[in-house]
């Protein structure tokens, strides 16, 4: 019973339509017209009564009637029938053509279709129409083509426009070449903090690419997409990832279409790991202290924190920073600062700490001798200072006397970076650091001489 109500479900939405235009245009005002006729009549007198009774009176006034509702009608005054416009949008394209043996190029993934008529017939369509557009490809090789597509619809009385209608299609010969199979790893932030992805491990590391030969031609990498958020791991252990769907690139990383890879997806094996180490907070001082004072300690209510990531990532870290603002500090003071969490790392047992800042009467010491080095220096070339002047330096060294009366020259680090230099003379700003977040140092040169000569 409910499959019979739901069939003729549209065939009565459509009558009871027809009804309320069939009463609003005809029946009602009809029905007002003999009333007031009838009223006026009732009003004045037995004149029109006379008239009215005669035999040929009615038969003469409806005459009158119909002759007045076809000039009406004929002259587009009363519309019966409402023309109305529906536009479906976004409906897909069926291709139909030899998949095995041609690339189709240019077709674009939908197309709107406007429904033109009367409402019934608009309704009829958008609810039992197929709403299927078509490109018959069949009949074409390679070559490029202008084609028209194709609305296939069940019900008659209405027209339609597609946008675009036509449509010029590339087709191509298939062919295939062997690629290598690599992975792209998404959505890692989805599992949990403390757990990392070690390894991934593919069923297959060779794929069939078939496209046309000039998207072969174009073709960098093929990688599997592999989906974190996939993974249902709570704790270290193996995960396989079923189906996981293959994309190919260009050498630019654009995402290349109508590419297809034989095996389509691939299965991929990922190990969950939940590697940590315990490191070092260092307090890391930003800004400066007001004139003449200068920090005589540091200390922090954490000194360890736990770091969970990738075992590479972990053991190249040295230290967890907490980053504090001496600006204008001038005593001492206890901070509440957030740790910085390294790149690469996922989780950290601890997030803040204390810093008590003890303020100090600021000196000053001149280190003398320390010996300025080179970085970045390219390959095949040999840099020496072109004095000894600009060989060894004098590095300032500055706070409270306590903490800089134990520097000496081999605590300090003073270089010159050459990246980009090639043969001859050069000269270069000098930089230097020390090992020490309660001490500034400072150079009392800026510049040295350095020569740059080719290796041999």
């Known amino acids: ?64 009637c119909a002759i007045v509702m076809f000039v009406l009608v004929d002259q587009k005054v009363i519309s019966l029938t409402e023309k109305e416009a529906e536009v479906l949008t976004g409906q897909p394209i069926n291709i139909v053509y030899n998949k095995e043996a041609y690339v189709v190029e240019g077709v674009p993934e939908t197309v709107d279709i406007t429904l033109i008529g009367s409402k019934s017939t608009v309704y009829l369509a958008t609810q039992l129409g197929d709403q299927e557009v078509t490109l018959d490809l069949s009949k074409y090789g390679p070559g490029t083509w202008k084609v028209k597509l194709k609305y296939n619809h069940s019900v008659n009385n209405v027209s339609y426009k597609l946008d675009p209608s036509t449509i010029t299609v590339k087709i191509s010969e298939k062919v295939s070449k062997t690629s ?37 031609n174009k073709v960098a990498v093929v990688k599997a997409l592999v989906d974190a958020s996939d993974i249902t791991l709570k704790e270290s252990g193996e995960f396989t990832i079923d189906n996981a769907p293959l994309v190919a690139y260009d050498s630019n990383g654009k995402l290349l279409e109508n590419v297809e890879m034989v095996p389509s ?40 924190v736990e770091v969970y990531g990738d075992k590479a990532t972990v053991d190249a870290l040295q230290y967890v920073e907490a980053a504090i603002n001496v600006e204008g500090l001038d005593s001492n003071k206890t901070l ?37 080095r080179t970085t970045n220096l390219a390959s095949g070339y040999v840099a020496n200072a072109a004095t000894t002047e600009d060989q060894y330096i004098d590095v300032i060294v500055k706070g409270v006397e306590s903490v800089i009366n134990g520097i000496e020259a081999s605590d300090i680090t003073a270089y010159v970076d050459l990246s980009g230099l090639k043969t001859g003379t050069h000269t270069v700003p000098v930089k230097v ?17 350095v020569k740059i000569t080719e290796q041999k």
Request: charged content about 20%; proline content about 2%.
């Open 180 to 216: 290598s199979l690599t992975y792209n790893l998404l959505n890692e932030n989805s599992l949990d903090s403390k757990l990392s992805i070690s390894n991934v491990e593919l069923d297959n590391n060779k794929v069939i690419v078939k496209s046309s030969q000039e998207i072969l």
């Open 265 to 304: 997806s691939v299965s991929a094996k990922v190990t969950i790991d939940s590697y940590h180490a315990t490191k070092d907070v260092k307090v890391v001082t930003n800004g400066t202290m007001s004139s003449g004072k200068a920090i005589s300690s540091l200390t922090t209510s954490i000194k360890t």
């Open 433 to 449: 650091s020390v090992n020490d977040s309660l001490i500034n140092a400072q150079t009392a040169k800026t510049e040295i001489t």
């Open 1 to 64: 019973m409910k499959i019979i109500k739901k069939i003729f479900k549209p065939f009565l939405a459509l009558f009871k339509v027809l009804y309320k235009v069939v009463d609003k245009i005809i029946v009602t005002p009809l029905s007002r017209l003999v009333y007031r006729v009838h009223d006026y009549v009732k009003s004045h007198g037995t004149g029109i009564e006379r008239i009215l009774n005669r035999p040929n009176a009615l038969i003469i006034i409806s005459l009158i």
């Open 336 to 372: 509440s600062v957030n740790l910085t969490q390294p790149v690469g790392i996922r989780y950290m047992s601890e997030t803040k700490t204390n810093v008590e800042v003890v303020v100090g009467t600021e000196a000053n010491k001149t280190i003398s001798g320390v010996q300025v």
